[in-house]
C-alpha cells in the first residue's frame, strides 16, 4: 500500500505562489500609500508603535502562510525561511518608508 503524498499539486502552489504576490503587494500598498494629504515636514523617527507592530503582523502573517504553500519543500530547518521572508519584508517596508 502507498504512502499519502504530504506535497500539495501543482495547481494549490500555484495559486499559492499567485496569492503570495498579491499579498505582498497589498501589505506594500497598504504600508507605503500616504493617507494624510497635508504638507508634513521630512521627519525620520527610528522608533516604532504598537500600532506598527501589528500592522506589520497582520499584513505579513498571511504571507508566512502562503509561502509555506507556494513552497512545500523545506529548504531551511524549522520554518527559517519563512521567518527570513518576513524579517526581509518587514525590514524592506520600514526602510522605503523612510
Known amino acids: 500500500m502507498n504512502a499519502p503524498s504530504l506535497k500539495p499539486p501543482g495547481a494549490v502552489t500555484g ?3 499567485l496569492l503570495l504576490a498579491y499579498v505582498i ?3 506594500a500598498l ?4 500616504p493617507l ?3 504638507w508634513q515636514p521630512l521627519e525620520v523617527l527610528l522608533g516604532t508603535t504598537v500600532e506598527d507592530v501589528i500592522l ?3 499584513l505579513l502573517l498571511p504571507a508566512g ?3 509555506r504553500l507556494a513552497h512545500p519543500i523545506r529548504r ?3 520554518c527559517l525561511d519563512v521567518l527570513a ?3 526581509c519584508l518587514s525590514a524592506l517596508l520600514e526602510a522605503l518608508q523612510l
Open 15 to 17: 495559486l499559492a505562489t
Open 25 to 27: 503587494g497589498m501589505a
Open 30 to 33: 497598504a504600508t507605503l500609500w
Open 36 to 38: 494624510d494629504f497635508t
Open 56 to 58: 506589520n503582523l497582520g
Open 65 to 67: 502562510f502562503l509561502w
Open 76 to 78: 531551511a530547518p524549522k
Open 85 to 87: 521572508l518576513g524579517v
